[in-house]
């Protein structure tokens, strides 16, 4: 089906009841001189022909090149962090410093880690004494042990997400290679750094996942939605634009639905490159770093909304 489409209902986040063994790409090893990259078991031939196709990487990154472009962002983000004190301010994430990014990063690494190792959330989080620890020793420590973990699995290995249609290793490789990538555009605009470009694929991925598996997918905050709804029925649109890829979204505040390519007399097309339009969905980026077609208002409103999926 061409369309992909993704409903949504309040509170599925908390259900991780089904668990799928979606299949991926195999990994090939590649190397990359910012940060390892590591190593991955591969599906045997004989068992992928019997496993369901991939529906949820719509770009066609396979994994080997989300490790790749984590081991990157990682070693960028850590040089950045290094480059100045970390009291200094994180302007794309106001009252944070960079030693609470680099702080953030790290507990979210390990926390990945510890969801794969033992099977379930962690009760406790994070460990007690982790907040006292050294931050950019810890952030090092923490990607050490991310992609040990990573490669002591294979991809379609369950793993608890909440991302109910996919449970997998799979899930969290694409997570925080997209995680990763943001925060490193926070670190380097902290330290006064240039932010080195997003490669397009990266920057489409991101894209489809935040639309698609955050604001296509967890309705739990849309019901109270600072500032109010502006579609009633479901039947308006709004038309992204990444480079030559579109998707289409439709929202009402009870789901939104979010299909691939572009729709119909839509309330507002935005469009940007790539990397311009992943910074804006997340808030790196202004209003200036997109082009709108249409109302203005709906476009502000499609950011209100990701506010809300995005906490």
């Not at 729709?263 to 808030?283: C, H, K, Q, Y």
Request: proline share 8%; net charge negative; hydrophobic share 45%.
């Amino acid at each position: 089906m061409a369309a992909a489409r993704v409903l949504i209902w309040a509170r599925l986040r908390s259900s991780l009841t089904v668990s799928h063994l979606l299949a991926v790409a195999i990994f090939s090893e590649r190397s990359v001189v910012t940060a390892p990259v590591p190593s991955v078991r591969a599906v045997a031939v004989a068992d992928r022909r019997f496993l369901p196709p991939w529906p949820w990487q719509s770009s066609g990154m396979d994994d080997s090149r989300y490790l790749e472009c984590l081991a990157a962002d990682y070693g960028d983000l850590r040089d950045a962090a290094a480059a100045v004190e970390l009291t200094a301010p994180v302007p794309t994430c106001p009252g944070w410093t960079m030693g609470d990014l680099v702080f953030h990063v790290a507990e979210v690494y390990l926390h990945k880690v510890t969801v794969m190792r033992t099977g379930e959330w962690p009760k406790q989080w994070p460990p007690p004494g982790t907040e006292h620890a050294a931050k950019l020793p810890l952030l090092g420590r923490a990607y050490g042990e991310l992609i040990a973990e990573f490669s002591a699995r294979v991809p379609t290995d369950p793993a608890p997400t909440w991302y109910d249609p996919d449970q997998t290793v799979a899930f969290w490789i694409r997570r925080m290679a997209q995680e990763t990538v943001v925060h490193r555009i926070d670190a380097e605009l902290a330290a006064g750094l240039p932010v080195t470009p997003v490669p397009d694929d990266l920057a489409l991925d991101g894209v489809d996942e935040v639309l698609k598996r955050f604001l296509g997918y967890d309705a739990e905050d849309l019901d109270q939605l600072e500032g109010g709804h502006l579609a009633r029925d479901g039947q308006d649109t709004i038309t992204v634009l990444a480079g030559q890829t579109a998707w289409t979204v439709r929202p009402s505040p009870q789901e939104v639905v979010v299909d691939d390519g572009a729709s119909d007399n839509p309330r507002v097309v935005i469009a940007a490159a790539p990397e311009s339009m992943l910074r804006w969905l997340w808030g790196r980026g202004g209003d200036e770093a997109v082009q709108l077609t249409g109302d203005p208002a709906w476009a502000a409103y499609l950011r209100r909304m990701l506010v809300a999926a995005t906490q």
